[in-house]
């Protein structure tokens, strides 16, 4: 295909041609049988939508607060490890982008270009950074990323909590993945730095690394009380499915949950993120912000999710698929491609800002799991 891509899945398309097929099936697969993969994308096609007429659409706006901060748009960039698989100038080249659209970026703790790098590209243009974290055996490590992202100037803090082992991705286990050598995970190897208490596998093999760092005892009380301890930014905690880790993230002074699946990396056979969304919007009322991210391809999917309750929403791949096809611009695309798809349905949906965006837009489906 040679026209310039009009939407996600042109972007998608692209990307499973040109990329190289180790790089893709990382960035691709889902855990083992990749049914929730495949539902978090199809689910959203189970909601449909009921439309309000003759309501004045001349000027839209996607303008919300987020953490209490102005932000032009509630869609934003999941964490996403290495996207310097997809592009040399990596997050860099996201983060660009990014501010370009004025979405939040989250930062994987794996990015491949460091937290303070990344920052720089973009801050200061009325866009938010947020630092995405993993719980390590040895807190110190921890505890230098947290100092390192508030130093930088990140404003919120996003624990990953649904990844104590790295989900079993059977493409990955095949080929032993692990990124080119000229591919590190720069907040702590790069040439000039390696940090102290992380392990490295020798032979590269990424759920190995992964999994010898991370703190697989952790829990609500040793890992979110222990971070509000040492931190006054904002928590959020990413990987929540269910009402009942809703309240223990508001018990555990959270400021928000990301309702996610890990875009059905980790374990296979949850809920899609669309479903699971509605129960945790109940429990958190108006206690905690809820954020989601999975699956979500168009514009309509970021309407059905700001229906059911979600303050945000973010994708990771598409972000990913827009870098593996022109860099910045690749990734600005994306955004762009989605943003506009957003306020086309805020248009035709008869709903001009995002605060009158509710529950009487979706019909949900007569199959409900919750
Ligand atoms: C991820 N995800 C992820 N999440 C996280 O908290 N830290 C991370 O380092 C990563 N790394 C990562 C790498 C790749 C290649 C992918 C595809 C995903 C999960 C990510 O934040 C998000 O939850 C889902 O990917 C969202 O689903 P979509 O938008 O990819 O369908």
Redesign the pocket.
């Given at each position: 295909m040679n026209a310039e891509p009009v939407c996600i899945k042109d972007l998608e398309e692209i990307a499973s041609r040109v990329m190289p097929s180790g790089m893709w099936d990382?960035?691709d697969s889902g855990a083992n049988g990749q049914q929730t993969k495949a539902e978090?994308?199809s689910a959203f096609g189970h909601y449909r939508l009921h439309p309000r007429m003759l309501r004045d659409v001349s000027a839209i706006s996607t303008e919300t607060t987020v953490l209490g901060q102005r932000v032009k748009t509630p869609l934003g960039v999941?964490?996403?490890?290495?996207h310097r698989l997809a592009h040399d100038d990596g997050e860099a080249a996201t983060s660009r982008a990014a501010s370009r659209s004025g979405s939040i970026m989250?930062l994987?703790?794996?990015s491949t270009v460091s937290l303070e790098d990344v920052i720089a590209q973009g801050s200061g243009r009325g866009t938010q950074y947020w630092m995405?974290l993993?719980v390590y055996r040895d807190r110190s490590v921890t505890e230098s990323i947290v100092r390192r992202a508030e130093r930088a100037g990140y404003k919120a803090l996003?624990v990953?909590v649904d990844?104590p082992v790295l989900g079993r991705r059977l493409a990955d286990a095949r080929r032993k993945f692990g990124p080119p050598p000229h591919v590190q995970l720069a907040n702590f190897f790069t040439p000039q730095r390696s940090t102290a208490g992380v392990y490295l596998d020798p032979d590269g093999e990424f759920s190995k690394t992964f999994g010898a760092n991370l703190d697989r005892a952790l829990t609500w009380t040793n890992g979110i009380d222990w971070l509000r301890s040492i931190t006054s930014l904002p928590i959020v905690v990413?990987g929540v499915l269910t009402a009942e880790d809703t309240r223990l993230a508001i018990e555990h002074g959270c400021a928000g949950v990301m309702v996610?699946?890990?875009?059905?990396?980790q374990l296979d056979g949850t809920l899609a993120t669309i479903d699971a969304l509605p129960q945790v919007v109940e429990a958190a009322g108006d206690q905690i912000e809820v954020y989601m991210?999975?699956?979500?391809r168009r514009g309509t999917d970021i309407f059905k999710a700001l229906a059911l309750g979600a303050r945000a929403v973010?994708?990771?791949?598409?972000v990913?698929w827009g870098l593996v096809y022109k860099g910045e611009d690749g990734a600005y695309l994306a955004l762009g491609l989605l943003q506009k798809e957003l306020e086309t349905a805020m248009m035709l949906a008869g709903a001009p800002s995002i605060a009158d965006i509710d529950e009487s837009y979706v019909y949900r489906p007569a199959r409900r799991w919750v």
């Open positions: 990382y960035y978090n994308e999941s964490p996403c490890a290495m989250i994987s703790t794996f995405q993993y996003v990953t990844a990413k996610s699946n890990h875009g059905g990396r991210d999975g699956g979500v973010f994708v990771a791949r598409p990913l």
